[in-house]
């Protein structure tokens, strides 16, 4: 059996660890009412440990929060996949552990992929979180402020946004406003397939995409338009390089398919395909959604690998 092995970018991620404890204090002497008070006390006070929070140690007002950025702030272009992230920081400065809550909030349209992070922070401890940043296509290019929090503490980074300037060849796939898939492996994100790189030597280092679930049929990936397009020819580059030839890592079958009338209709098929690149043309459709349908590739893991998805016009 042949194994396929993938090269991974490295993920940040955050440990979430939780530690306490109930230290109950009796006095020396107390009186069998006393004593019954005391039992009580212990109870309830294991009761609440044990029960909402599960002895989390408590939040504090002094966590400090910051942006990591450049002076001049974060650039995107406007786009699913002309974001970036910016890189929160949240510093413990105390001498216990704490469990810190931080909200974010962007100047419309800036799109976050998430507005809260909760995290533990050891004594002494900075935690950084990288945040993605977009703008959606037709956002006016300006400066915009993203502002973080965690209790008093404040930061504000600026996000500078440019527009995305239509593709010079005529490739529709770089101006979708969205791009979805089936599933994502990790470290080949959907916008791999649309970056514009189609060296298959670049394989899992700066572009491609593969989806998540090994030997599972069919597959997806499409391709959305805010207004319809009129497109009558794609190309696909799958998998194809020295080391990962498509007769072996590439796709074999797959589907062109469009939508309208509620339904998608399928305008190009290949099968049996072990070549890195397959144009195929169909006469002209006008459509805001296209996909690939995938339905087999050539043997290795049996995952479905695209380089780059191109849609022209003819």
């Given at each position: 059996?042949?194994?396929?092995?993938?090269?991974?970018?490295?993920?940040?991620?955050?440990?979430?660890?939780?530690?306490?404890?109930?230290?109950?204090?009796?006095?020396?002497?107390?009186?069998?009412?006393?004593?019954?008070?005391?039992?009580?006390?212990a109870a309830?006070?294991?009761?609440?440990?044990?029960?909402?929070?599960?002895?989390?140690?408590?939040?504090?007002?002094?966590?400090?929060?910051?942006?990591?950025?450049?002076?001049?702030?974060?650039?995107?272009a406007t786009?699913?996949?002309?974001?970036?992230?910016?890189?929160?920081?949240?510093?413990?400065?105390?001498?216990?552990?704490?469990?810190?809550?931080?909200?974010?909030?962007?100047?419309?349209?800036?799109?976050?992929?998430?507005?809260?992070?909760?995290?533990?922070?050891?004594?002494?401890?900075?935690?950084?979180?990288?945040?993605?940043?977009?703008?959606?296509?037709?956002?006016?290019?300006?400066?915009?402020?993203?502002?973080?929090?965690a209790g008093?503490?404040?930061?504000?980074?600026?996000?500078?946004?440019?527009?995305?300037?239509?593709?010079?060849?005529?490739?529709?796939?770089?101006?979708?406003?969205?791009?979805?898939?089936?599933?994502?492996?990790?470290?080949?994100?959907?916008?791999?397939?649309?970056?514009?790189?189609?060296?298959?030597?670049?394989?899992?280092?700066?572009?491609?995409?593969?989806?998540?679930?090994?030997?599972?049929?069919?597959?997806?990936?499409?391709?959305?338009?805010?207004?319809?397009?009129?497109?009558?020819?794609?190309?696909?580059?799958?998998?194809?390089?020295?080391?990962?030839?498509?007769?072996?890592?590439?796709?074999?079958?797959?589907?062109?398919?469009?939508?309208?009338?509620?339904?998608?209709?399928?305008?190009?098929?290949?099968?049996?395909?072990?070549?890195?690149?397959?144009?195929?043309?169909?006469?002209?459709?006008?459509?805001?959604?296209?996909?690939?349908?995938?339905?087999?590739?050539?043997?290795?893991?049996?995952?479905?690998?695209?380089?780059?998805?191109?849609?022209?016009?003819?």
């Open positions: 059996m042949t194994h396929f092995t993938f090269l991974r970018r490295p993920r940040t991620s955050v440990a979430v660890l939780a530690a306490a404890s109930v230290a109950l204090l009796v006095a020396p002497t107390v009186t069998p009412t006393a004593a019954n008070a005391a039992a009580n006390t309830n006070a294991a009761a609440n440990a044990s029960g909402s929070g599960h002895g989390k140690p408590p939040q504090t007002p002094g966590i400090q929060v910051s942006v990591a950025a450049d002076s001049a702030g974060l650039n995107i786009g699913q996949c002309g974001g970036a992230p910016i890189t929160v920081r949240l510093t413990n400065p105390g001498t216990q552990a704490v469990y810190a809550d931080a909200t974010l909030s962007a100047a419309r349209p800036l799109a976050l992929q998430r507005t809260v992070i909760s995290t533990y922070l050891p004594a002494g401890y900075t935690a950084q979180v990288p945040i993605p940043v977009t703008a959606p296509l037709g956002t006016e290019p300006g400066s915009y402020s993203v502002k973080v929090s008093k503490s404040t930061a504000n980074a600026s996000v500078n946004v440019t527009a995305t300037a239509p593709d010079p060849n005529g490739d529709l796939a770089r101006s979708a406003s969205k791009i979805s898939a089936s599933s994502t492996h990790a470290g080949y994100p959907v916008c791999g397939a649309v970056d514009g790189d189609t060296d298959g030597a670049h394989w899992g280092t700066t572009t491609g995409w593969n989806d998540g679930n090994s030997t599972i049929w069919p597959d997806w990936f499409e391709l959305r338009w805010d207004g319809p397009q009129t497109v009558g020819r794609v190309t696909l580059h799958t998998l194809n390089s020295t080391k990962y030839p498509a007769a072996r890592y590439g796709l074999k079958d797959w589907d062109v398919q469009t939508f309208s009338d509620g339904q998608w209709k399928t305008v190009a098929s290949v099968r049996g395909n072990t070549q890195g690149v397959v144009d195929t043309t169909f006469e002209p459709v006008r459509t805001t959604d296209l996909r690939v349908l995938l339905l087999a590739g050539n043997g290795a893991n049996d995952y479905s690998r695209i380089v780059e998805l191109e849609a022209f016009a003819s």
